[in-house]
T-cell receptor, first 113, second 114 residues
């Protein structure tokens, strides 16, 4: 059990550029979550996958955000036309089907200049 | 009113003392309750979860849940400087498809003084 991994760990981009982050969940965890965390706040839910199906999306997830989980393994989160307000830590978490505890990856810190 | 509220702190306790962290939540549909520890610049680390009213102990940590009062707390006994971190309270409730998404408070910053 190697834990949840995320890449890249840091990303600096210019406003208007597209970025993509990757999350590899704990093996055999079929539930995968994306959260966003800004300084001084707790993580905020963005979206959720059960296997390859995206079952929940937050109102925070504007149409510039898209997430996929092909084949029910790793997931990607893409932000198009980045804005300075997108600067945050993007966290991925996974959990087993019958357990509720979510385990977080190290996060990807995005800075939009 | 925020869904999950915590005192932001900072909370300072001397080494060896008991640290008490509190959390209230607004949605009576909340079913599961979690405490995460987050060191500066790191991701949240799960330390306790509790589903039923009462106390749950795990080593130096005790989680307490009172659903009638919509209150959950975390006690850290024999506090160590390494416990200095931000503690996040999170709750989940079942939505369609049982997403179990977590709703977090803003966290309480704890400092344990040597």
């Amino acid at each position: 059990d190697t834990g949840v991994s995320q890449n890249p760990r840091h990303k600096i981009t210019k406003r208007g550029q597209n970025v993509t982050f990757r999350c590899d969940p704990i093996s055999e965890h079929n539930r995968l979550y994306w959260y966003r965390q800004t300084l001084g706040q707790g993580p905020e839910f963005l979206t959720y996958f059960q296997n390859e199906a995206q079952l929940e999306k937050s109102r925070l997830l504007s149409d510039r955000f898209s997430a996929e989980r092909p084949k029910g393994s790793f997931s990607t989160l893409e932000i198009q036309r980045t804005e300075q307000g997108d600067s945050a830590m993007y966290l991925c978490a996974s959990s087993k089907d019958i357990d509720y505890e979510q385990y977080f990856g190290p996060g990807t810190r995005l800075t939009v200049t | 009113q925020k869904e999950v509220e915590q005192n932001s702190g900072p909370l300072s306790v001397p080494e060896g003392a008991i640290a008490s962290l509190n959390c209230t939540y607004s949605d009576r549909g909340s079913q599961s309750f979690f405490w995460y520890r987050q060191y500066s610049g790191k991701s949240p680390e799960l330390i306790m979860f509790i589903y039923s009213n009462g106390d749950k102990e795990d080593g130096r940590f005790t989680a307490q849940l009172n659903k009638a009062s919509q209150y959950v707390s975390l006690l850290i006994r024999d506090s160590q400087p390494s416990d200095s971190a931000t503690y996040l309270c999170a709750v989940s409730k079942a939505f369609s498809g049982s997403a179990r998404q977590l709703t977090f408070g803003s966290g309480t910053q704890l400092t344990v003084l040597p």
